[in-house]
Structures are given as C-alpha cells and as structure tokens.
C-alpha cells in the first residue's frame, strides 16, 4: 500500500492507492509489486497542492 498526503483548503487528507503483490506458483521469479503512482519528489508522500502550498506559505520570498 502506498500513501500520498493532499491537502484540500482547510482539511488534510490521506489518498491510499492498494499495491497488490503478485507472485507465481509454478516458477521461482519471485513477486512482482503493482508501481505506486509517479510522485513529485521521489519516495515523497506529498501530492502536487500540497508541494504548491508548502511553496507559497512557508517559503519566505
């Protein structure tokens, strides 16, 4: 399972996207995991808005 956090004006939510592992009986290829979604910041959990709003309010011009 891998997470983002997205923000929406004056709640914060969590988006959850199922990564479902896969694996074969019959042969040794060992299990394959479903890609998590593209991400702005690699292995990051924040969304695009998010990103933008951390942007435009905590970092002083």
């Known amino acids: 399972m891998s ?3 997205d923000i929406v004006p ?3 939510r969590v988006i959850q996207h199922p990564r479902v592992k896969y694996a074969c009986p019959c042969c040794d290829g060992g299990t394959k995991v479903t890609p998590a979604p593209a991400c702005i910041i690699a292995k990051g959990l924040l969304t695009g808005m998010l990103t933008c709003v951390i ?3 905590l970092i002083p011009e």
Do not use: F, K, R, T
């Open 10 to 12: 004056q709640q914060i």
């Open 3 to 5: 997470e983002q956090l």
């Open 55 to 57: 942007e435009v309010e």
